[in-house]
């Protein structure tokens, strides 16, 4: 995040950035919601019910029916909170789940807001690393190894390693956590944008996980800041009291804009192909400079690379160098140690949401850079 800071003051003063750092779509709002936002500009667009316009919660419910193994119950649009992003659902999911003092598992390396928002909260986050032995995926095994714990945060794809769990390793996480009665909140924000196949969803498995999603990945939406919450029945009133509490809703124009993106499919669709083709290039550029110790691509829109021959091996740490790529080179990347705190060190994370020309630029630049 302090890249993303240093990046934007770098391009301020007027210099060139390639931006492998940021973890959002270059495209904008689909055609289709752009469309709708307009007409609906002179309607009062005042506030909407706590956990969201009908017409979006039906469609969401939908869509995770459609996207469920074939004959399974439809899911009720009851069970639809639309919230202000991604970031709000984890709030709210926190805050429903779990009392301070408790033990929340983090997967590192994983996104940081997990972990900050749970101490935030004064719930203790219990890193649980993971590596290429499993193909940087929780086991069950991984959990026995982090003793008791109240719940459990998991990604798939993941950011940043863009590692998908199977539906076999999804069911053998659910199964442990039944078991031992762990709370699951799954992150399935970057559903849609995957290398080959689907991501399998959580709830197949895990029926009372809370699942956050986001129109923000593969809607690219990311300003727009809505997303929702599928949650089990006897939640759904003690997150909408907190959500009335906390956000009273999400914005509506972004509601009417999501409702509209639904609708957008093939243009989302030339998006998730134009990310595959970054995909190949990036990885095929990385590898002629060397970097080809990497987490399984599976998924999202990152590269998670394994890098001690530019960090460790010559006296640097990921943010190191990093901060040096970016004065430099004018490449932006994201350190490691964002993600992981014990072993980021050695690690960048890639992003190939952005421009491929950046992209080429960028593994051009690396290959000239000399310590």
Same mark, same amino acid.
């Given at each position: 995040?302090?890249?993303?800071?240093?990046a934007?003051?770098?391009?301020?003063?007027?210099h060139?950035?390639?931006?492998l750092?940021?973890g959002? *779509?270059?495209?904008?709002?689909?055609?289709?919601?752009?469309?709708?936002?307009?007409?609906?500009?002179?309607?009062?667009?005042g506030?909407?019910?706590?956990t969201?316009?009908?017409?979006?919660?039906?469609?969401?419910?939908?869509?995770?029916?459609?996207?469920?193994?074939?004959?399974?119950?439809?899911?009720? *649009? &009851?069970?639809?909170?639309?919230?202000?992003?991604? /970031?709000?659902?984890?709030?709210?999911?926190?805050?429903?789940?779990f009392? *301070?003092?408790?033990r929340?598992?983090?997967?590192?390396?994983?996104?940081?807001?997990?972990?900050?928002?749970?101490?935030?909260?004064?719930?203790?986050?219990?890193?649980?690393?993971?590596?290429?032995?499993?193909?940087w995926?929780?086991?069950?095994?991984?959990?026995?190894? +982090?003793?008791?714990?109240?719940?459990?945060?998991l990604? &798939?794809?993941?950011?940043?390693?863009?590692?998908?769990?199977?539906?076999?390793?999804?069911?053998?996480?659910?199964?442990?956590c039944?078991?031992?009665?762990?709370?699951?909140?799954?992150?399935?924000i970057?559903?849609?944008i995957?290398d080959?196949?689907?991501?399998?969803?959580?709830?197949?498995?895990?029926?009372d996980?809370?699942?956050?999603? /986001?129109?923000?990945?593969?809607f /690219?939406?990311?300003?727009w800041?809505?997303?929702?919450?599928?949650?089990?029945?006897?939640?759904?009133d003690?997150?909408?009291?907190l959500?009335q509490?906390?956000?009273?809703?999400?914005?509506h124009?972004s509601?009417v804009?999501?409702?509209? +993106?639904?609708?957008?499919?093939?243009?989302?669709?030339?998006?998730?192909?134009?990310?595959?083709?970054?995909?190949?290039?990036?990885?095929?550029?990385?590898?002629?400079?060397?970097?080809?110790?990497? =987490?399984? =691509?599976?998924?999202?829109?990152?590269?998670?690379?394994?890098?001690?021959q530019?960090?460790?091996?010559?006296?640097?740490? &990921?943010?190191?160098?990093?901060?040096?790529?970016?004065?430099?080179?004018?490449? =932006?990347?994201?350190p490691?140690?964002?993600?992981?705190?014990?072993?980021?060190?050695?690690?960048?994370?890639?992003?190939?949401?952005?421009?491929?020309?950046?992209?080429?630029?960028?593994?051009?630049?690396?290959a000239?850079?000399?310590?």
């Amino acid at each position: 995040m302090a890249m993303n800071r240093a990046a934007g003051a770098r391009e301020a003063a007027g210099h060139r950035v390639m931006h492998l750092e940021v973890g959002q *779509p270059a495209t904008g709002l689909p055609d289709t919601a752009r469309r709708a936002v307009i007409g609906a500009l002179d309607t009062p667009l005042g506030y909407t019910n706590a956990t969201g316009v009908p017409e979006l919660r039906e469609r969401l419910a939908d869509r995770h029916t459609a996207l469920g193994p074939p004959g399974a119950r439809p899911l009720d *649009p &009851s069970r639809i909170v639309v919230v202000a992003g991604a /970031s709000a659902g984890f709030s709210l999911a926190f805050l429903t789940l779990f009392e *301070p003092g408790q033990r929340v598992g983090v997967i590192e390396p994983g996104y940081p807001c997990y972990r900050n928002t749970l101490i935030a909260l004064g719930i203790e986050a219990v890193p649980i690393p993971v590596g290429p032995e499993s193909r940087w995926a929780p086991t069950a095994q991984h959990l026995s190894n +982090a003793g008791h714990l109240d719940g459990l945060v998991l990604a &798939s794809p993941s950011n940043p390693t863009g590692t998908i769990l199977s539906a076999n390793a999804l069911a053998e996480v659910a199964g442990y956590c039944a078991d031992h009665d762990i709370a699951i909140v799954a992150d399935e924000i970057y559903h849609g944008i995957v290398d080959d196949g689907i991501a399998a969803p959580m709830l197949e498995h895990a029926p009372d996980a809370i699942v956050i999603n /986001s129109f923000s990945k593969y809607f /690219s939406m990311t300003g727009w800041r809505v997303g929702w919450m599928v949650v089990p029945d006897h939640l759904v009133d003690v997150v909408e009291r907190l959500q009335q509490n906390m956000y009273i809703c999400a914005p509506h124009v972004s509601q009417v804009a999501a409702l509209a +993106a639904l609708d957008a499919t093939n243009e989302l669709e030339g998006h998730v192909a134009r990310y595959r083709v970054n995909r190949r290039v990036l990885l095929s550029g990385l590898g002629a400079v060397g970097i080809t110790d990497i =987490a399984p =691509a599976d998924g999202a829109f990152y590269i998670y690379a394994h890098v001690p021959q530019f960090t460790t091996d010559i006296g640097l740490s &990921s943010m190191d160098l990093c901060q040096r790529w970016l004065d430099e080179l004018g490449v =932006a990347c994201t350190p490691g140690i964002d993600f992981d705190l014990a072993r980021g060190h050695e690690y960048i994370r890639f992003s190939y949401a952005g421009e491929a020309s950046d992209l080429d630029e960028a593994c051009s630049a690396i290959a000239s850079w000399t310590p």
